[in-house]
């Protein structure tokens, strides 16, 4: 079995409470959840961290696989000296989640899954981006067109230093790190886990999101049993920062049995 990296985390909250991890998209850091991690932390633990190869987290060698990624939080639920914990988690942070609560049950309690995909076809597309962002050394040649797909364009022209924000977060990831976290993704089917999954889970989509449009929701919550979707609109890839108090609303709500 692979070795688990230690994540760069931040942590929020009273130490007793119950523990919320909080999983970003690729390309982006744990300042995602800015927002909601100020919010929620009078109530909960609130535990952000950067996946591999992101952020302030190692950038080990790759290749990576979605279930190295669920791994590694995993081991940092073992750091924090945590049994059990609910998951929030957006695009790649949502796909660690689904592997997580299908393959770890007795270790997440409650599930949040935002703009994300069980199955992200097609494959090539995943395999041309690590192609074109190993070849740039930089994330530079993508960042664009990725940043284009996070918040819809009247938010983005409203919103600029929003915009800039999520542009830096994606610059500033390491090219290896970012180009095997999209082989894991071209290589990901988590389909046929999705009706193991036993954590009450709430799916969120963006009815604007060209990344994970709604339909890749829509199969998730069809697939986990008891599985709630909800639709935001307007929304983007990220409604954690587009639609931040709503985020909040919504995972306050869902994560209330657990307080």
Do not use: K
């Not at 995993?74 to 000296?81: P, R, W």
């Amino acid at each position: 079995m692979p070795e688990t990296v230690a994540l760069h985390h931040v942590v929020a909250g009273p130490d007793d409470a119950h523990v919320v991890l909080m999983g970003g998209s690729l390309g982006a850091t744990l300042a995602t959840w800015d927002a909601q991690a100020a919010a929620l932390a009078g109530q909960f633990r609130v535990v952000r961290f950067d996946h591999r190869g992101h952020g302030g987290s190692p950038v080990p060698p790759g290749p990576y696989e979605i279930a190295d990624l669920g791994r590694d939080v995993l081991a940092l639920l073992d750091a924090l000296g945590a049994e059990r914990a609910s998951y929030c988690g957006l695009s790649i942070g949502g796909m660690a989640g689904m592997w997580l609560a299908a393959h770890a049950p007795e270790r997440i309690d409650r599930l949040a899954l935002f703009c994300t995909s069980a199955h992200h076809a097609p494959p090539e597309a995943w395999a041309e981006r690590a192609v074109a962002v190993r070849e740039a050394g930089s994330t530079e040649v993508v960042a664009d067109a990725v940043v284009a797909r996070w918040l819809t364009p009247a938010y983005a022209r409203e919103h600029p230093d929003d915009v800039a924000m999520l542009r830096g977060m994606l610059t500033s990831t390491p090219p290896e790190g970012y180009a095997a976290c999209c082989r894991a993704i071209e290589r990901m089917d988590l389909r046929r886990d999705l009706p193991r999954i036993q954590a009450p889970t709430l799916v969120v989509v963006g009815a604007q999101d060209p990344a994970t449009p709604p339909e890749h929701g829509e199969t998730i919550a069809a697939l986990i049993p008891g599985a709630r979707l909800e639709v935001l609109s307007p929304s983007a890839h990220n409604p954690a920062v587009e639609r931040a108090d709503d985020v909040t609303a919504l995972i306050r709500a869902h994560l209330a049995p657990a307080a």
